[in-house]
């Protein structure tokens, strides 16, 4: 059983477009939901993160936004790069019981 | 700051042999986890330290894995026999205490041929 359930599997945007993740979760006791984002050859990073007594959290060029109700969440990119071109996982957790629960990712180009 | 370190990069070894990976957590971070991370698709987790002690290790297959984390610092994971299936990166995490950020390694990559 898939917990955390995440669209599209591959993703390709233009330079300075908008990039959209979608993640599904079925768990209502998570609380806790990051982005990870991963680089060829490389660990995954943590990217941003948000908590479910918000609805949305932005750093820089990346915003969360999270529906409580319908228990998804999603990764907006703006003006995308081509530096941004990876891997993208989104995660949840139960904070202080289980550990990280990754989606299986969507892998982003972002073509000049 | 180092990172989280992990050794080899790469092992490339024949059915049936056994291979074991080292990691190296960041300085002070008192959770060590083992993910494995098979080609597209996302970590999963194999084990879980909470200092020395294995806290969460029912993803863990007993008969061929197994890890310790002597004194609480670095840890091992082996494979004993490797099978085919096990080909995959193997990643290696900690974080200061559990439910806060988690740092990954590398990883190390594995391949049975």
């Known amino acids: 059983q898939q917990q955390v359930k995440q669209s599209p599997q591959s993703l390709i945007v233009q330079k300075g477009g908008i990039s959209i993740i979608n993640c599904a979760y079925e768990?209502?006791?998570?609380?806790?939901f990051p982005w990870y984002q991963q680089f060829p050859g490389k660990g995954p990073a943590l990217l941003i993160a948000?908590?479910?007594?918000?609805s949305e959290k932005k750093e820089g060029r990346f915003t969360i936004s999270f529906n409580k109700s319908a228990k998804q969440f999603s990764l907006h990119i703006m003006d995308s790069q081509p530096g941004d071109s990876a891997t993208y996982f989104c995660?949840?957790?139960?904070?202080?019981?289980?550990?990280?629960?990754f989606g299986k990712g969507t892998r982003l180009s972002v073509i000049a | 700051e180092a990172g989280v370190v992990q050794s080899p990069r790469y092992k490339i070894i024949e059915k049936k042999q056994p291979v074991a990976f080292w990691c190296n957590p960041i300085?002070?971070?008192?959770?060590l986890y083992w993910y494995l991370q098979n080609l597209g698709q996302g970590p999963e987790l194999l084990i879980r330290?909470?200092?020395?002690?294995?806290?969460?290790d029912s993803q863990l297959p007993k008969d061929r894995f197994s890890a310790e984390r002597l004194k609480g610092v670095d840890s091992t994971l082996k494979i004993q026999p490797a099978e085919l299936g096990d080909s995959a990166v193997y990643l290696c995490?900690?974080?200061?205490?559990?439910?806060?950020?988690?740092?990954f390694g590398q990883g190390t990559r594995l391949t049975v041929v």
């Open positions: 995490a900690s974080s200061l205490e559990r439910n806060t950020e988690a740092f």
């Open positions: 768990n209502t006791a998570f609380d806790y």
């Open positions: 948000i908590r479910p007594d918000v």
């Open positions: 995660a949840a957790e139960i904070s202080g019981n289980t550990p990280l629960v």
């Open positions: 300085s002070g971070h008192n959770t």
């Open positions: 330290y909470e200092n020395e002690e294995a806290v969460d």
